[in-house]
Nanobody, 121 residues
Framework: QAHLVESGGGLVQTGGSLRLSCATS????????MGWYRQAPGKQRELVAA???????NYADSGKGRFTISRDNAKNTVYLQMSTLKTEDTAVYYC???????????????WGQGTQVTVSS
């Protein structure tokens, strides 16, 4: 069965940088949009950034100019480079894959288990 596995979270000071990675496991045939969402305590999960197979990107206003999403289609991996981090970026960050087709079939939504990002002042 296909899985998404995030890595790269951790504790960083204000103004620092982190790079999140989301790798896939299983026999993957195709994935449409991949993206990153985040959920802070007491708040709803929100989109951070998304990228299509062709490289078109979409960013939430909160991350524009500070975050960069990229993707390696050959590896079915998506990255999120975060810089100039702020305390309000503290959240669990989730990888998402839309319309993932694998040897198990095609499914509309896949989520990773999440990785904690904590930005301290």
């Amino acid at each position: 069965q296909a899985h998404l596995v995030e890595s790269g979270g951790g504790l960083v000071q204000t103004g620092g940088s982190l790079r999140l990675s989301c790798a896939t496991s299983g026999t993957i045939f195709s994935i449409k949009t991949m993206g990153w969402y985040r959920q802070a305590p007491g708040k709803q999960r929100e989109l951070v950034a998304a990228i299509t197979p062709g490289g078109s990107t979409n960013y939430a206003d909160s991350g524009k100019g500070r975050f960069t999403i990229s993707r390696d289609n050959a590896k079915n991996t998506v990255y999120l480079q975060m810089s100039t981090l702020k305390t309000e970026d503290t959240a669990v960050y989730y990888c998402h894959a839309d319309d993932l087709c694998s040897s198990d079939g095609c499914y509309g939504h896949y989520w990773g288990q999440g990785t904690q990002v904590t930005v301290s002042s």
